[in-house]
């Protein structure tokens, strides 16, 4: 049983290091978890549903519940310290201004990248994957001495497969596809052959997959790439909320991550780039903050960061990405990881029992993110009756189509974990599963 400590809560409150082992933490910590002080933080945790039982929230994946924490961060910014921000010279830009660029310093600690100017604030992930792919995109297409390729692996999100599509049609570049093997894994040795035999500019790789919940070993990856002289963007969005993330330690050229699903409001996303490589990038957007000088004949550009954040920035959001990092960092993100894996491996022991059930993917590094089918049954109606008795879960391709495709399905049912799930609604949900399927059989 999870028991409500208010000493472990204070000892997990303490400032944590991004870094270290698990194993570090004491046996106690490792056990236990102050679940209930943290649903508490939820308001939308504290809903019924129809039924008047529990809301339980399976839908971290696509977006994470905000704790009041951020709300009431964000709300109070609006009510006391709204402007814009940089250039006005009135006490409230200036403190809208200290609280939008000490996001950017808190999102540089977060991520233990070296330099604050190389954190770029957009509006989601996609945006930051957007940037590159047209920013950086503009130096691939003028370098006519080659005619590189562009790598994605099978288990990319849309949004990690799209803006290189066009490149690639942009560049006349050829797209390479890095295969996965049986466990939803990248098959490694088919990935330095792809690096060894192509002259690939960019890989673009997940952290984590948003459908098979596989935890990609990035550094090897990283390593790998630039061996052959290829550049990496990660896709971090499905990591950031579950693990301890360290650009310089991954090497990675690019890393981006969403707000939204590390407890944050919508609106607000991050690019980590190398600064040697975004001082070279040029906008991809123009007006406003990115503009240095100005005339009717011709522009310069701002420095760094600032060259890439054009118009006015998602400020409040960058406030309320602020709160919600300092609320995941008092908790402790070994302790998240620690509690997440013991809550998914008891999840997909559960799945793994149910007759008919197809769980897509097996890897042993894994988030606490569940894709499967169920006898044919139609995820759509699945997710409806699940709804009805309080289960919020996701139906479809998740923005991964030709990779729900590759396991011979054009849709699936996702549950997907956090920190604020018990152990008692997984057990609930494999009951609701069943009824579920009863009515549908």
């Known amino acids: 049983m999870i028991k409500n400590d208010t000493a472990l809560v204070e000892r997990l409150a303490k400032p944590s290091s991004q870094a270290g082992s698990l194993d570090d933490l004491p046996a106690d910590v490792r056990e236990d978890f102050p679940l209930a002080s943290l649903r508490e933080a939820f308001p939308a945790l504290q809903q019924k549903n129809e039924q008047g039982g529990a809301l339980v929230y399976f839908d971290s994946a696509a977006s994470a519940l905000k704790p009041r924490e951020v709300i009431d961060t964000v709300a109070d910014f609006y009510a006391t310290d709204y402007a814009n921000v940089h250039r006005s010279a009135h006490r409230l830009a200036e403190r809208a201004t200290e609280r939008y660029e000490g996001a950017r310093e808190a999102v540089r600690r977060h991520l233990g990248a070296g330099e604050v100017h190389e954190i770029v604030f957009t509006r989601n992930a996609t945006e930051a994957i957007n940037l590159v792919a047209n920013s950086w995109g503009d130096l691939l297409a003028r370098d006519c001495m080659r005619s590189p390729k562009l790598a994605v692996s099978m288990m990319e999100h849309h949004s990690n497969l799209v803006p290189w ?17 049986d466990v939803g894994e990248i098959d490694m040795e088919a990935y330095e052959q792809i690096l060894k035999t192509n002259d690939v500019a960019l890989v673009a790789l997940a952290h984590i997959s948003n459908v098979l919940g596989t935890k990609n070993p990035i550094a090897e990856l990283v390593a790998c790439a630039h061996r052959h002289d290829a550049l990496v963007l990660v896709d971090g969005s499905q990591a950031v909320p579950h693990t301890s993330v360290d650009v310089k330690a991954l090497d990675a050229d690019f890393y981006v991550f969403t707000g939204h699903k590390v407890f944050a409001p919508s ?77 998914g491996t008891s999840m997909r022991q559960r799945l793994q029992k149910i007759e008919g059930l197809t769980l897509l993917g097996e890897a042993r590094l894994r988030a606490p993110i569940f894709s499967f089918a169920l006898d044919g049954l139609n995820a759509f109606d699945l997710a409806a009756l699940l709804d009805k008795q309080g289960f919020c879960c996701r139906a479809g391709h998740h923005c991964a189509e030709p990779l729900v495709r590759h396991y011979g399905l054009s849709g699936c049912l996702r549950v997907a974990l956090a920190f604020y799930n018990s152990e008692q609604e997984c057990e609930a949900f494999v009951e609701a599963l069943a009824k579920a399927r009863a009515m549908l059989a």
């Open 267 to 343: 609106g607000i996303g991050v690019l980590y780039g190398k600064e040697k490589l975004l001082e070279a990038m040029p906008p991809w957007q123009y007006g406003g903050e990115m503009v240095e000088r100005v005339s009717f004949q011709q522009a310069s550009w701002n420095k760094l960061p600032w060259k890439f954040e054009a118009g006015t920035p998602p400020i409040a959001q960058a406030v309320g990405l602020d709160a919600a990092l300092t609320f995941v960092r008092r908790i402790g993100v070994p302790a998240i990881e620690a509690y997440e894996q013991r809550l």
């Open 165 to 181: 599509q066009r490149l690639a049609a942009r560049c006349d570049a050829e797209l390479l596809v890095i295969p996965i093997n």
